[in-house]
């Protein structure tokens, strides 16, 4: 009987082989963040991309290991073949091959310490609680009232900060909190400056560190500090001074910075901006005004022709009434009809004569025609 013909028998595919025991490592937390020391060897980086791919081997095995370019561009050295190393790795396996490797995250020569594991395990777990997270991270307000500092007392941060703050923004308040910085106690004593700056009224508090060596970074990665850090009631910026070694610190803080600088202009508005910026308001409040004027301008200079009109129509119009007027007037003046032939007599009494009762024989009498008067006596009178 063919082995495909058995009911009794699961015919897997490679790809289901692989990726099974691909998930048996991943659910091995014994495989999760292990450390490993051994020789580079057999070293490659993936040109434009800069993802690195080497083996590490002892007297007796060798490993592939795979560190892509987000961790390797952390590193403050070059790798070379034949330099002994310790990696903080985990064992994965990769699954068109279906060989296994370590994906690096970190890489120490030889004799530097073996803190990673326990500091890569505590950042995975205040990671896992939000504490990272960039959506809890708040904005810096760059026209702030008051400024806490925290750093070592009398330090060139200090100084810098100071400087930098007064020259772009004059008008605001700072108040320092010295501190210790690195060394034995450095992080008790940083959280104690923390404590008194959360009483101060603040719209932003800076932690800088300035320069020193990354080795004495320990104080920032204080569990009992990061977590006063992802829990202020204003935004903190960190400026602890390394762009290669990122502490948890600057990981919970709402903003990082390289440098003391950088941090003072972070937490500040420049007022050459805000000068630039009143300039442009002006020019803007100028040109509404000069638009608005001609606004208005064009609404009289139109309203001024309609009032004219209006005006013009309406002396049309009592000019055409005065005319009419005039007209029947004229044509009810008695003495327009005397330029027609008529005339007008008066008697002595100034009674115009319409009967020939009216005069008496022998008395004057004026008679007006349109250029003039005739005066006359009456001789006889006949009755028609």
Request: hydrophobic share 40%.
């Amino acid at each position: 009987m063919a082995l495909s013909d058995n009911p009794l028998s699961l015919i897997y595919s490679v790809t289901d082989i692989n990726s099974y025991v691909k998930n048996l490592l991943k659910s091995d937390e014994n495989l999760h963040y292990v450390l490993v020391r051994g020789e580079i060897s057999n070293l490659k980086v993936q040109a434009g991309v800069g993802h690195h791919y080497f083996s590490l081997k002892d007297e007796e095995s060798m490993v592939n290991v795979t560190l892509f370019n987000s961790y390797a561009s952390k590193l403050d050295f070059a790798l070379e073949n034949g330099m002994e190393v310790i990696i903080l790795a985990s064992v994965d396996l990769y699954v068109s091959r279906g060989s296994y490797q370590l994906n690096a995250y970190q890489v120490e020569q030889v004799g530097e310490g073996k803190a990673l594991v326990e500091l890569e395990k505590l950042k995975q777990k205040l990671n896992a609680e939000g504490l990272f997270d960039p959506a809890r991270k708040r904005k810096i307000n760059i026209f702030p009232n008051r400024i806490g500092v925290i750093s070592g007392k009398g330090s060139a941060a200090i100084k810098d900060i100071t400087y930098n703050v007064f020259r772009r923004y004059p008008c605001v308040e700072i108040y320092f909190f010295p501190s210790q910085v690195q060394g034995d106690g450095a992080a008790k004593d940083i959280i104690r400056a923390f404590d008194l700056a959360q009483k101060c009224d603040l719209d932003t508090l800076i932690i800088s560190r300035g320069g020193g060596a990354s080795e004495d970074l320990a104080a920032f990665n204080d569990e009992a500090l990061v977590r006063r850090v992802a829990a202020s009631k204003m935004p903190v910026i960190s400026a602890v001074g390394h762009e290669i070694d990122t502490t948890l610190v600057e990981l919970a803080s709402d903003l990082r910075v390289s440098t003391p600088t950088g941090a003072a202009e972070a937490a500040t508005i420049d007022k050459r901006e805000i000068e630039q910026s009143l300039f442009g308001y002006e020019e803007e409040m100028n040109e509404i005004i000069s638009s608005k004027v001609k606004e208005i301008r064009d609404s009289i200079n139109s309203y001024k022709k309609d009032i004219n009109n209006i005006l013009i129509h309406k002396l049309d119009l009592i000019k055409s009434d005065l005319n009419s007027k005039k007209s029947l007037l004229d044509s009810l003046n008695p003495y327009s009809v005397l330029s027609r032939g008529y005339s007008l007599t008066y008697n002595e009494k100034g009674k115009v004569v319409t009967s020939i009762g009216d005069v008496n024989e022998g008395e004057n009498i004026r008679t007006l025609v349109s250029d003039g008067e005739i005066h006359s006596k009456v001789s006889k009178k006949e009755k028609k």
